[in-house]
């Protein structure tokens, strides 16, 4: 039996990572100049010839994947970089419109495989008129992955704030920061979201297109919105789904963890209680909650044993995306007070998903820690705004750990971004009126409503449909009442005249799209990346 730090709790059916933060978390200027490369120096990308081949023998004949060069650094291009793409091609040349660009988040998500695990999800009639392009970002997957050779406590980053531990936490961010720096110092600093928007726009041309159409997902929203403010007049059809909001990048998102599963646990509270003679948790929300608080005291004092590990009361807090899905939280807690009292619990329930595609033949061997590696590049490379001083994040946790109980004082203790050097540039600031179509749900536990609706703003072109009563991470695909405006928006080009507002049914609520990000160590619940 293993006594891990962040250990499963359940496997809550939430996929990949809101009420108003703090303090945003980038600055609102705009970025300063800086010299950029001349049309005539990109040229030789911009017109590079993909060598399309089957990407796996064992993968559908359709599935096609290249390698395309791009420059590590726009301003001064001369190394380079691979970016690995893929394609299905539209199935009706005669109705086809162009490329359809696909992202699934992250940061550090590969998307080599999305046309394939999307395909399925799509409409026919999307894919009669769109070629199916995935990609893996710059530093991910098989384009150039980066390490930072980071050990598996050093990829644990759920560390919540204790007076006895912040010296430990401040000298494991700093030394996650250093390895970095040691293992990938010349390549980091240029793994930012504007850097992979300009990859997307030589995937763009070389694919022959004028204007680029795009489906993202989560952190693919802010690296889509990222692309309309830099090349409006090439942006073509854009859904944005489940949102970052550009404001709060980076620590604002993480932040907004904590304020959002606030409400998500009082919400929870009360629909357990509903269903008292179910769960017997409690039949007020107060009581509810007081069982749920008395598990994390008697947890604190002597770890319980659970499903074949040892949960602290730390552990459990860590869980607080669970609280998103009130059904399977209220069954994860049961069981986790059965376990508490003495009686074995059940093995936990997993929600099926499809299998994910086999690699593509030509793949290279990936570090183990390069999502992570990729996460931080880009959440501390993104934003100049991290602080610089350790005390700031002691103060922040303390104050956060009061004000959001639940997950405040993990969201604001110290990030290997306090020590990180500064990104190639700074960050973008999103301010447009570029037509796109952002869809979220009510219930998110990645990117709540409050943060969808914060892109909105930004985007001021845009419309918003929002799923009242949705829960989980990633819309489109998943058979929501967000479907149909999504696929008439991607066939016909038409936004909706205002933004709208629909319901999930009940099997919606449940009937999530099955993300494949990227998630570090913690609770399946926690999902711990955007």
Not at 26 to 35: F, K, L, T, W
Not at 327 to 334: D, L, P, Q, S
Not at 416 to 425: L, Q, R, T, V
Request: glycine share 8%; charged share 20%; proline share 8%.
């Amino acid at each position: 039996m293993r006594n891990r730090r962040i250990a499963p709790l359940v496997a809550i059916s939430a996929v990949a990572t809101l009420v108003p933060a703090l303090t945003p978390a980038v600055a609102s200027a705009a970025p300063a100049p800086r010299p950029t490369a001349s049309a005539y120096s990109l040229k030789p990308y911009m017109q590079q010839k993909p060598h399309w081949k089957r990407c796996d023998a064992q993968a559908p004949a359709n599935y096609q994947c290249a390698t395309l060069k791009v420059p590590l650094d726009y301003t001064r291009p001369g190394r380079t970089l691979e970016v690995a793409v893929s394609r299905i091609k539209a199935t009706s040349p005669q109705k086809r419109r162009g490329v359809l660009l696909l992202n699934p988040g992250g940061p550090g998500g590969p998307g080599l495989d999305m046309p394939l695990w999307m395909s399925p999800e799509l409409p026919t009639a999307v894919k009669e008129q769109y070629d199916l392009i995935g990609f893996d970002p710059r530093g991910v997957g098989q384009s150039s992955p980066v390490s930072c050779g980071l050990n598996e406590d050093e990829l644990n980053w759920q560390r919540p704030y204790k007076a006895s531990t912040f010296d430990k936490d401040v000298r494991w961010a700093r030394t996650v920061a250093d390895k970095c720096r040691a293992k990938g110092g010349a390549v980091l600093p240029h793994l930012t979201t504007r850097n992979t928007a300009r990859d997307m726009d030589v995937i763009r041309a070389v694919l022959g297109e004028k204007k680029l159409s795009y489906l993202g997902y989560s952190y693919g929203t802010y690296l889509g919105a990222v692309y309309t403010q830099m090349f409006p007049k090439r942006t073509d059809r854009f859904v944005l789904d489940s949102a970052v909001d550009p404001e709060r990048i980076w620590r604002g998102m993480i932040q907004v963890w904590a304020e959002g599963a606030e409400p998500a646990f009082t919400r929870w509270s009360q629909w357990t209680a509903d269903r008292h003679t179910t769960y017997g948790l409690g039949d007020t929300a107060a009581e509810v909650g007081k069982t749920f608080w008395d598990l994390v005291a008697q947890a604190e004092r002597k770890p319980i044993e659970f499903q074949g590990m040892l949960l602290t009361g730390d552990d459990i807090r860590a869980g607080r995306a669970m609280f998103f899905d009130v059904k399977g939280a209220a069954e994860a807690i049961a069981e986790l007070k059965k376990a508490a009292e003495g009686t074995p619990s059940a093995a936990p329930s997993r929600q099926s998903t499809s299998p994910r595609p086999v690699p593509p033949s030509f793949a290279r061997d990936v570090p183990s820690d390069n999502s992570d590696a990729a996460f931080w590049a880009v959440a501390c490379a993104d934003t100049r705004s991290w602080p610089r001083d350790p005390e700031q994040y002691r103060r922040d946790a303390i104050r956060d750990k009061v004000t959001y109980p639940l997950y405040g004082d993990f969201a604001s203790n110290i990030k290997p971004c306090a020590f990180w050097k500064d990104g190639s540039e700074p960050a973008t600031k999103v301010d447009n009126s570029v037509g796109a179509l952002i869809l979220q749900n009510e219930w998110d536990s990645q990117t709540p409503l409050v943060s969808g609706q914060g892109l909105r703003r930004s985007m001021k072109g845009s419309r918003m449909v929002t799923v009242l009563g949705g829960q989980g991470h990633g819309i489109y695909g998943s058979k929501s009442c967000a479907d149909k405006t999504a696929t008439a928006y991607l066939t016909t080009g038409t936004l909706p005249a205002a933004d709208l507002t629909c319901r999930a049914t009940a099997a919606q609520a449940q009937n999530r799209l099955q993300l494949p990000l990227p998630t570090p160590q913690g609770l399946p619940g926690s999902q711990n990346r955007f």
